[in-house]
């Protein structure tokens, strides 16, 4: 703008005042917000998400169940009842509300810690140029590019009692009993968690992947000059440069895995054994199979504010305004 | 100079013992796979590993026992319409947060990242709850319907959309824009013209990331959709629930099922690896 203003006034002709006018014109356009293309999303998450979010919360303070339904606003209103007894007793059929919080945390702790060694190790391995790496990092994604249910099926195939493969080669090992029962009982959060593990760790790895391609190549070169052997510069180089995403990767994985519905779902059925009721499969067997839906939203509320805790820090991490500017 | 050399042979070959070790766990529990959905039903909880004869027949029964054709095709329609609407939605989003500063556009930023967190079970009842409140409101079937489920994925895919395509959009010039709006461009034609070549590897990977959201998800489809619209994960509950009921899980015919439905996003997800890898390496370094 400051060159037009610096044109003096009696070289103005006609050219530069159509410049002028161009230019305003420009600005007008620019500044105008096209808040139009954003329409379509906000009406989408606020049908989706931000109506049912309210309507959940009001339903987790009635007694809402199947014979309610119908008239769901007029359920009876019971305040604070839904979220004693989700801590207290939870549904017919399952574990306690708080039973399935400490399973999920165990779970969603325990498959991370599992998986980000798996991951990093799995990135350093094709991370240089070798013959066929592009086949090996296609091999590598193969778990995670297969659909959840097909992978939960998979595994409940694989830890069939007494003639699945798991509990064949167990037994052949002798090291346990081909009767090891790894879909029911107290195994159940075992095999959970190995076949979360197989068909997760392709995560950390996709994310390590992306990290090490920031790490400038020099600094290992001068690393090897000054005498640092590979372990040496993997701790002191590597590690500390892939802390953020690290970070993320985990925040995310452990966000992903608490929510993570399909794997247990499929893998057990409903409803599960207690020691497998994670939040997600009781909240949708508290609702959908004891039709005890007052109780189901206060449990899902409950589970909201837990994962307010990781969320805070996950949106934290993500210092919104610096990203987009 | 010859102990640098050994120590690269030494780190190759641990290297090389990694990737079969990697190899070995991932190919096993496939093979497996494999090699049940080749067994025939009487044989699979019999005592040995391998089959008398192999069953191609359950490939063959597989589309009797269950509707496994219409589910597919069912699940190719609403993944694909949701990949399709997802993209295009999460575009303009994206383009007018990347470009424009307007009061509410941190809040929208927030909204987004929050629902990434939010546990989708708990949104099930109450937008069932909704949707027939809207059905009788307006009298007309929305549950078991197509755009039923399509909107309840596309705005579970947004927020992921929206952040892949806001860093790629971030990457683009804003000088390319303004020459096109100087030349006489509407807004939307600089965006069809300038910005969409830009930001059409994002979009591919957008798409697939949708696509796949669709195409994996149980929680919905099994509330969402009718004996019409279900989606194949929904369809092979029924071999599961056979089993549950108290009848024989048809394990032969499950698996070769469960590879039908799993290898086609495998093979679209191999071809489009590069875009795929890089799309989420754009993104996360960006977060």
Known sequence: ?????????????????????????????????????????????????????????????????????????????????????????????????????????????????????????????????????????????????????????????????????????????????????????PNSFWAMTIADVWS????????????????????????????????????????????????????????????????PFMMFGTPPSPQADVLPLNVYVTSFQTFNFGLGAAMSMLTLILMMIPAFFYIRMLRLGEATS | MTSLIAQRAHWNRLRMLGIVIFGLAILLPMAYVILISLTPDTEVGGGAIFPTHIAWNN???????????????????????????????ALGAAYVIARFQFRGRKTFLYALVTMQTIPQVMMLLPLFVIFVIIQNAISVHLVGQYYTVIITYMTFALPFACWLLLSYMANIPVDLEEAGLMDGCTRLQVLRYVVLPLVL???????????????????????????????????????????????????????AASLTSGIPIVIIFLFLQKYIIGGLANGAVKG
């Not at chain 2, 990977?205 to 009718?226: H, Q, R």
Request: proline share 4%; net charge positive; glycine share 6%.
């Open chain 2, 201 to 255: 590897p994002g979009m591919v990977v957008t798409f697939v990331f949708s696509f796949l959201l669709a195409w994996s998800d149980v929680l919905f489809a099994s509330v969402l959709t009718g004996p019409a619209t279900q989606t194949v994960a929904v369809g092979l509950q029924a071999y599961i629930a056979s089993g549950d009921a108290g009848g024989d899980v048809l394990w032969g015919q499950l698996m």
């Open chain 2, 59 to 89: 490939y063959a029964m597989m589309w009797q026992t269950v509707h496994l054709a219409s589910d597919i095709k069912n699940s190719i329609l609403i993944a694909g319409v949701t990949g399709i609407c997802a993209t295009v939605i």
């Open chain 1, 200 to 263: 997760s760790w392709p995560f950390i790895y996709l994310m390590v992947l992306a990290g090490l391609q920031n790490i400038p190549g020099d600094l290992y070169e001068s690393a090897t000059i000054d005498g640092a052997s590979r372990v040496r510069s993997f701790f002191s180089i590597t590690l500390p440069m892939l802390r953020p995403i690290l970070a993320l990767a985990l925040l995310l994985s452990t966000l992903n895995h608490f929510n993570n519905f399909t794997l």
């Open chain 1, 1 to 185: 703008m400051n060159h037009s203003e610096a044109v003096p006034d009696e070289t103005i002709d006609l050219q530069v005042i159509q410049s002028v006018h161009r230019r305003r014109r420009m600005a007008h356009k620019r500044n105008r917000v096209p808040l139009w293309m954003l329409i379509p999303a906000v009406v989408l998450l606020v049908i989706v998400v931000v109506a049912p979010f309210l309507v959940s919360i009001y339903t987790s303070f009635t007694k809402l169940d199947q014979y309610t339904i119908a008239n769901w606003t007029a359920a009876p209103f019971v305040g604070l009842k839904n979220y004693l007894s989700a801590l207290h007793q939870g549904n017919a059929l399952g574990a306690s509300a708080l039973q399935s919080v400490w399973v999920s945390v165990a779970f969603s702790v325990l498959t991370t810690l599992i998986i980000t060694p798996i991951g990093i190790i799995a990135a350093l391995l094709v991370h240089h140029p070798f013959r066929g790496r592009r086949w090996v990092r296609a091999l590598f994604l193969l778990p995670y590019v297969m659909p959840v249910f097909v992978n939960a099926i998979t595994w409940r195939l694989l830890f069939m009692n007494g003639w699945g493969v798991i509990d064949r080669v167990l037994a052949f090992l002798h090291i346990a009993s081909k009767n090891t029962f790894w879909l029911i009982g």
